[in-house]
């Protein structure tokens, strides 16, 4: 008979909906940017539960939609808008059995200690609440040397402290003047970060992607959104991004010699308009090596347009160590390269032998200008005939002969032991650069 009376009285709820649970339940209505992990800790509640109360499968829930979040026992107290209480449904009497009681007073008590953790973790929130006036803390700014958050509908402290894996307290102590009861839609706080993190600003090149960014620097595309408002509708080259990482800049290491070396932890260098990789499995290279080759073909992009590409023959293998058919390439920081020519086919520069009135000395200029200015370069190996031209389009750009000097052994000779770019057997066909070791690597030879 007590069987009978339960499956009415399932059947009736089930019918009713939520309306009809029970009188000390409440309800919540969802605001912007809730989740349902976070709503569980509000709540003092677990995601399964409610899931079960909600009849959800997965954790996809709608602005706007009135979720069951709990049985009001907990007495959970949160510095949100107040939940709405759903009214009392009368409940049939469970006499059936001496064990169920106590499983239903177990998950209670599960309840309502998860309350008293939700509770002791807002003790900070209530007691800020109280005005203070001896505090000089509130008449100091925020600290500008953390990440920032702007509020969104619907948020509290208590749910933007669980976002970021912190607490009420410390978002309070590094936002002078913020109060729980004053959260405002729109405002900026800042959030505080793991320690020896350090704030990054990068500049975003051309062919590079959100994803591989928050690669490189070991954070999640999540966090460059969310540090950058926007960024996923304006991701696009020359945008300063703002990076928080515990992950220096350069990540890859070059170690050794050239000739005697390896690489660690190496970046691919990508395809790109203004070259043309010819094997990916030979083309790795310190993270400086990628940038920097991709900011001068760049450059000759912009100041040069509808240059043809030129051609990356090799760099070093993934591990760097022996490449086969080079004595170098073993540390990240070669590459060879050929240079731009007064007639390409098909818009691609091969290499091949050439003389001095083969070369585009404009395009090829540019592209060496770029890294002698910026003191990229440890050297490069380039037939002593080819260096004329080079050598007469920096004195017609104003260069003077002694700054010429030192980034050229024209007209000195091959065997003058100064220039940058200097002689090299077998080099008429291509340019041979070797870039500077990097500022962080203290292997580098």
């Given at each position: 008979m007590a069987r009978r009376w339960r499956f009415a009285f399932a059947l009736c709820a089930l019918l009713l909906g939520t309306s009809s649970a029970r009188a000390d339940r409440v309800t919540w209505r969802v605001q912007a940017g809730d989740m349902l992990s976070a709503l569980a800790v509000r709540f003092g509640v677990t995601v399964e539960e409610l899931?079960?109360?909600?009849?959800?499968?997965?954790?996809?829930?709608?602005?706007?939609?009135?979720l069951v979040v709990g049985d009001g026992e907990s007495g959970d107290e949160d510095d949100g808008p107040t939940p709405e209480r759903v009214a009392p449904t009368p409940e049939p009497e469970e006499t059936s059995s001496d064990e169920e009681p106590r499983v239903v007073a177990t998950a209670n008590a599960a309840r309502l200690n998860r309350a008293e953790r939700a509770r002791r973790a807002q003790e900070p929130t209530r007691e800020a609440e109280a005005p203070t006036t001896t505090s000089d803390?509130?008449?100091?700014?925020?600290?500008?040397?953390?990440?920032?958050?702007?509020?969104?509908?619907?948020?509290?402290?208590?749910?933007?402290?669980?976002?970021?894996?912190?607490?009420?307290a410390e978002l309070l102590a590094i936002?002078?003047?913020?109060?729980?009861?004053?959260?405002?839609?729109?405002?900026?706080?800042?959030?505080?970060?793991?320690?020896?993190?350090?704030?990054?600003?990068?500049?975003?090149?051309?062919?590079?992607?959100?994803?591989?960014?928050?690669e490189r620097h070991r954070v999640s595309v999540r966090d460059l959104q969310r540090w950058n408002p926007g960024l996923r509708?304006?991701?696009?080259?020359?945008?300063?991004?703002?990076?928080w990482s515990t992950v220096p800049a350069s990540v890859s290491a070059s170690v050794g010699a050239p000739n005697r070396g390896r690489l660690v932890d190496a970046e691919p260098l990508p395809q790109h308009p203004g070259y043309y990789v010819r094997d990916a499995s030979r083309a790795y290279g310190t993270l400086e090596t990628v940038l920097w080759m991709q900011d001068a073909v760049q450059e000759v992009q912009d100041r040069h347009?509808?240059?043809?590409?030129?051609?990356?023959?090799?760099?070093?293998?993934?591990?760097?160590g022996y490449m086969n058919g080079h004595r170098s390439h073993q540390s990240g920081r070669d590459v060879d390269i050929s240079i731009y020519q007064r007639r390409c086919a098909d818009r691609l520069c091969p290499m091949r032998r050439m003389n001095p009135d083969d070369i585009d000395v404009e395009r090829t200029f540019t592209l060496l200008e770029h890294w002698l200015?910026?003191?990229?370069?440890?050297?490069?190996?380039?037939?002593?005939?080819?260096?004329?031209?080079?050598?007469?389009?920096?004195?017609?750009?104003?260069?003077?002969?002694?700054?010429?000097?030192?980034?050229?052994?024209?007209?000195?000779?091959?065997?003058?032991?100064?220039?940058?770019?200097?002689?090299?057997?077998?080099?008429?066909?291509?340019?041979h650069v070797r870039f500077a070791c990097p500022d962080t690597d203290d292997e580098c030879r």
């Open positions: 899931r079960t109360w909600n009849g959800l499968e997965g954790d996809r829930i709608l602005v706007g939609q009135e803390a509130t008449s100091e700014a925020p600290r500008r040397d953390l990440p920032s958050y702007v509020l969104q509908r619907g948020d509290t402290l208590s749910h933007v402290a669980v976002r970021h894996d912190t607490t009420v936002n002078p003047g913020l109060r729980p009861d004053r959260v405002t839609a729109g405002r900026s706080i800042r959030v505080p970060v793991a320690e020896g993190t350090m704030r990054i600003e990068h500049v975003v090149r051309r062919g590079e992607t959100l994803g591989r960014l928050a509708r304006g991701f696009r080259a020359g945008r300063t991004v703002v990076i347009p509808r240059s043809p590409r030129i051609r990356v023959h090799d760099v070093s293998l993934r591990e760097g200015k910026n003191e990229r370069l440890e050297a490069v190996f380039l037939d002593y005939a080819l260096q004329a031209p080079l050598y007469e389009e920096g004195r017609r750009r104003g260069y003077s002969r002694a700054q010429l000097s030192r980034w050229f052994q024209y007209p000195h000779g091959p065997a003058y032991p100064l220039g940058v770019v200097r002689h090299y057997p077998r080099h008429r066909d291509h340019a």
